[in-house]
């Protein structure tokens, strides 16, 4: 899928439909493994194994207390796994120039601006956690509470750090708000029969509650 407003509306409408229900899940995983590169765009597997296990160690926490907690993983790993397509598929600045397309140059530009900054803000710290985990394999460091604690605290210092040196760069180019932009989306053929099967998709998910 090469147009970015495609790209997100499917993300983020194929997410609400694979979490409302199980039928939903299974039609946007069919939806996963027709239209993406599956498993070869993914940019960070680790990440993402890091997201299966926490969402385990939760399925297990709703399983005991409430039930329904296999239901629970199936659909959230779904859901996982389209995050992944969409970080692996997402092009530099198509964030912002999707949002000013939309919205305009005024509000636009400030909410793509902000979701650009996220976006490589998130980059970043996927770089990072990469980096400290192969200086603790090289170290052979174990994975303990004491080696975890100040590792996150580390990855916390360096984003509200690289927060604030965006901020004080945006300040010091007198940026106020809003911006001029002339978004160039294409919308090609190609992305129409991935773009009709996330209708399909919805519409699996009214006819069939699960």
């Not at 916390?156 to 708000?177: F, K, M, P, V």
């Amino acid at each position: 899928m090469q147009d970015g407003r495609l790209k997100i509306l499917s993300a983020t409408v194929l997410s609400v439909v694979a979490f409302l229900s199980v039928a939903g899940a299974v039609a946007v995983l069919a939806w996963w493994l027709l239209f993406t590169p599956r498993h070869r765009g993914i940019r960070n597997p680790r990440a993402v194994l890091f997201f299966l296990a926490i969402l385990c160690a939760t399925a297990v926490v709703v399983q005991v207390t409430a039930g329904g907690g296999v239901t629970y993983l199936f659909r959230m790993t779904v859901v996982v796994l389209l995050a992944a397509w969409y970080h692996g598929a997402r092009k530099s600045g198509e964030l912002l120039e999707v949002a000013v397309s939309l919205f305009g140059t005024r509000a636009g530009f400030d909410l793509g601006l902000l979701a650009e900054m996220a976006a490589r803000s998130l980059d970043l710290l996927l770089a990072d956690l990469g980096m400290m985990q192969i200086a603790w394999q090289m170290k052979g460091t174990p994975r303990r509470l004491e080696t975890l604690t100040p590792a996150l605290a580390l990855l916390l210092h360096r984003q509200l750090q690289q927060s604030g040196e965006q901020a004080s760069l945006l300040a010091l180019r007198g940026y106020t708000g809003g911006g001029s932009l002339c978004p160039a989306l294409a919308f090609p053929r190609r992305d129409l029969p991935a773009a009709c099967s996330v209708l399909l998709a919805v519409a699996i998910t009214l006819a069939v509650p699960l």
